[in-house]
């Protein structure tokens, strides 16, 4: 906004009326009319009096429990918030005000609020000789964020240091079962590199099936539709991700001066430093011997690092990332010594590669942004069943390394994903009694226009000006 512009809207809003900056009250998107209500305001204290003291000790517990009343009416047809039938109106309000969680109010004065209804907090009185019309007063509770006292890091820079060690405990664990250390498994000192070919071959078999599932992500049309949230400016509806949200701004900055071309021109060098990234890992496969185990490992972590370099959302990063992480190759079963042999160096690059995925879908997370408690809730739902899994086979199999790595970063993604979703607001369900323009249910429930955008990616409507009646949306 220019300095002129905000002269202008100062000289505006300067020039309204009383009347004109009152907000339309309404609670869960249910309006209704209001003549009048009161707010109880204060400080929690306790009042501690001591024998031979004639003034008591005071001490300060915090800000008392906001609590609001609000006496109105409903009618039917209103000229000021419309509503339909009355008795419509009414139904709608008692459901709002029955429903499980906290609730949007838009307060006149105050503004929006998180609150909550107590019991017999909404009285609705009806007279006959009143007709369409309800006289209805409502008891609101005010609610804080979901915020508990804690001592943390960063998480973000712990979730980066958590992944990066679950890359090298994985690298340890291979390098125990191919190159040596084995012995309890098939009775070899030196791992089962000593068989050769036979081992080489398979671990190059299992490598192939993953250059699959990497060509696969590669060619992902997310990867493409995503670098539109990289550019400043406004692209409605498809370009607003975890880079670019309405409400918060990602750890990953946009660039100003980036056009679509060179986006496009950037991330297809990038998907050409995959495949050149794949086949150097094939090339490292097919020498592997005891003396060139680094070179593999290393390799396998600039495939993951060159294919995070080319995924611009993190949101869509770790959607992405899924079917690595959770990548199985075809069960093989042989016989004897070298049967056995190669079941085991199956077995473990499979497991090398799930967790090098698994410790970039860490360092995603680490700039990954969710948009509500809910979205927070799911992810952290999704990557800990991952890695449940993973620490399930990692303990099996006695990859005591892994096992530990896996452990911990657990533990940060459940504290960092909890402590982001614990200052984000809710997703909540709001019903209109007809369809509304996108920036009408914009300024209805937030009483900000330039939130429409937001509303028009949860909802995805066949026209912005034709919102669904229901929809699910940011409780503030």
Do not use: C
């Amino acid at each position: 906004m220019t300095l002129l512009s905000e002269i202008v809207q100062i000289a505006l809003d300067s020039n309204r009326t009383w009347t004109e900056s009152l907000n339309k009250a309404s609670f869960r998107g249910v309006p209704f009319a209001i003549y009048g209500g009161d707010a109880r305001f204060g400080r929690r204290l306790a009042l501690h009096e001591y024998p031979g003291r004639d003034k008591p000790y005071i001490e300060d517990m915090g800000r008392a429990t906001r609590r609001i009343r609000m006496t109105g009416f409903l009618v039917t047809d209103s000229l000021i918030y419309g509503g339909g039938d009355v008795l419509a109106q009414r139904d709608a309000l008692v459901a709002a005000v029955e429903q499980p969680g906290l609730g949007a109010l838009m307060h006149p004065t105050l503004g929006a609020l998180n609150v909550s209804v107590p019991a017999e907090g909404l009285s609705v009185i009806e007279r006959w000789d009143m007709g369409r019309y309800f006289e209805i007063s409502i008891i609101f509770i005010e609610s804080g964020d979901r915020v508990f006292p804690s001592i943390t890091s960063s998480s973000g820079s712990l979730l980066d240091k958590l992944a990066a060690a679950l890359g090298l405990s994985s690298a340890l664990d291979f390098v125990r079962k191919i190159i040596g250390g084995v012995t309890a498994v098939i009775n070899a000192v030196q791992g089962v590199i000593k068989f050769g070919k036979a081992i080489v071959g398979m671990v190059m078999g299992v490598i192939a099936d993953f250059k699959v599932l990497v060509g696969t992500i590669t060619r992902d049309v997310r990867s493409l539709t995503s670098l539109t949230s990289l550019l400043v400016g406004n692209y409605g509806r498809y370009a607003d991700g975890n880079v670019s949200s309405a409400l918060i701004a990602s750890k990953k900055a946009r660039n100003s001066s980036a056009t679509m071309p060179e986006l496009i021109a950037d991330n297809a060098a990038k998907r050409a430093a995959v495949d050149e990234s794949m086949e150097r890992l094939l090339e490292a496969a097919e020498n592997l011997d005891a003396s060139s185990s680094d070179t593999f490992t290393d390799a396998v972590q600039a495939v993951m690092d060159d294919l995070l370099a080319g995924i611009a959302d993190p949101g869509d990063a770790i959607t992405l990332l899924a079917p690595l992480v959770s990548f199985t190759p075809s069960t093989y079963s042989g016989v004897g010594a070298v049967g056995t042999a190669r079941s085991v160096a199956q077995d473990a690059t499979a497991s090398l590669l799930r967790r090098a995925a698994l410790a970039a879908m860490g360092k995603v997370l680490a700039s990954y942004v969710p948009s509500s408690y809910d979205e927070a809730m799911s992810t952290m739902s999704t990557v800990t069943g991952f890695i449940d899994a993973e620490i399930l086979v990692a303990g099996d199999a006695g990859d005591d390394e892994s096992y530990k790595a896996l452990i911990a970063l657990r533990q940060a993604v459940v504290s960092a994903l909890t402590t982001t979703g614990a200052t984000l607001p809710n997703l909540e369900t709001f019903s209109f009694r007809a369809a509304l323009p996108a920036l009408v249910m914009a300024n209805r429930l937030y009483q900000d226009a330039s939130r429409a955008d937001e509303l028009i990616q949860q909802a995805n409507p066949i026209h912005p000006a034709f919102m669904p009646s229901t929809v699910k949306a940011l409780a503030r």
